[in-house]
C-alpha cells in the first residue's frame, strides 16, 4: 500500500533466477548420466535422465516459495538459531518427503505418457533415505542463501536498532519512550529521530520504520514497539500498522468502513474498520493539544 519502498528482489526474479540455475544444472547433469551410462557399453536415451532431472526441479521449484516463507517467518540469528535449528531439521525432512513423493510421480507420469512404465529398483526406505541424505544438503544450502540474501539486504537497506544505555552512565534517552533509534547501514551508524517516524509496519518478525522515504527495519514485534512510542503520536491504524498522526495529511473513507490514510511524504496507510473510531478520537486530541 506504501509508495516509495525501498526495491527488493521481488519473488518472480528469484524464481526467475532459480529456474535458470536449476535447469541448467539438470540438462548438464543428464548429458553426463548419457556419457557415463556410454562408458559403461548402455544404451541410455536422453530422454530418461531428462526425464529424471525435471521432475527434481519441478519439485524444487514448487517448493521454494514455502521455503521462503518459513525463513523468513523463523528467521535464524545469533540468538535464535539454537532453539530454531531442531525446527529447520525436521522441516528438512518434510521438504525431503514431499520433493521424493512428488518427484517419483512426475516420474511415472511421464514415462506413462510416453508408452513406458517407470521401474524403480530401490526401495521405498532406501529411495528416501538416499534422496534425504542429498537433499538436506540441499534445504540448507537454499536457507543459508536466503538468509545471507536477506542479512544483506537489511544491511545494504539500513537496520534501526534501540539506543542501548552506557555502562558506566545514563542512558541517552529514556527507556520507555525512545527520542532516537540507531540505524546501521553498511558499516555507518546515524541516529534517526522518533519524531520522524511516519509510520511502522509489521514485516514477521521485523517491523519497518518509514523514515524521508527509506524503510529501515526494526528487529521487534508490533505490540513491543507500540509500547515504547508515545500512544498520544503513534496510533495503531491496522493490526499491521502504527502511524504518527503528526505526518498525517487527510483521511480517505473507503467502502465498508476502512479508509486510506494519506502520508506527508505520499504514502498510502490502510486504516481498519476496526481502529478507524479510535484512530479519529486519537487525531482530534492531537489537535486539540
Not at 28 to 43: K, S
Not at 118 to 140: C, H, I
Not at 260 to 287: I, K, T
Amino acid at each position: 500500500m506504501a509508495n516509495g519502498r525501498a526495491a527488493r528482489w521481488r519473488p518472480g526474479a528469484r524464481m526467475l533466477v532459480w529456474s535458470v540455475i536449476l535447469l541448467t544444472t539438470a540438462v548438464a547433469n543428464a548429458l553426463v548420466e548419457v556419457m557415463d551410462a556410454g562408458r559403461r557399453g548402455e544404451d541410455l536415451g536422453l530422454w530418461q535422465p531428462m526425464i529424471w532431472e525435471l521432475s527434481s526441479v519441478t519439485m524444487i521449484l514448487l517448493t521454494l516459495p514455502v521455503l521462503w516463507w518459513g525463513c523468513q517467518r523463523w528467521p535464524l540469528h545469533t540468538d535464535t538459531w539454537k532453539r530454531r535449528l531442531p525446527l529447520y531439521l525436521l522441516a528438512s525432512v518434510a521438504w525431503s518427503l514431499v520433493h521424493v513423493t512428488g518427484m517419483m510421480g512426475l516420474r511415472h507420469l511421464a514415462y506413462a505418457a510416453l508408452g513406458y512404465h517407470y521401474q524403480d529398483d530401490a526401495t521405498w526406505p532406501v529411495r528416501l533415505l538416499y534422496e534425504y541424505l542429498k537433499d538436506v544438503r540441499a534445504f540448507f544450502t537454499f536457507v543459508a542463501i536466503e538468509h545471507f540474501f536477506s542479512w544483506f539486504g537489511r544491511r545494504r537497506q539500513g537496520e534501526a536498532h534501540l539506543l542501548a544505555a552506557p555502562d558506566d552512565a545514563p542512558p541517552v534517552d529514556a527507556v520507555e519512550r525512545p527520542e532516537r533509534f540507531l540505524v546501521r547501514k553498511l558499516g555507518r551508524d546515524f541516529l534517526v529521530a522518533t519524531g520522524d517516524i511516519e509510520y511502522a509496519q509489521a514485516a514477521g518478525n521485523y517491523v519497518n520504520l518509514r523514515v524521508r522515504g527509506h524503510d529501515y527495519p526494526l528487529r521487534s514485534t508490533m505490540a513491543a514497539l507500540e509500547e515504547r512510542l508515545d500512544p498520544g503520536i503513534f496510533v495503531r491504524a491496522h493490526r499491521s500498522w502504527l502511524v504518527n498522526v503528526r505526518h498525517l495529511v487527510s483521511i480517505e473513507p473507503l467502502d465498508g468502513g476502512e479508509a486510506l490514510l494519506h502520508m506527508d511524504d505520499g504514502g498510502r496507510v490502510p486504516c481498519s474498520r476496526r481502529q478507524l473510531p479510535s484512530f479519529r478520537q486519537a487525531l482530534a486530541v492531537q489537535g486539540a493539544a
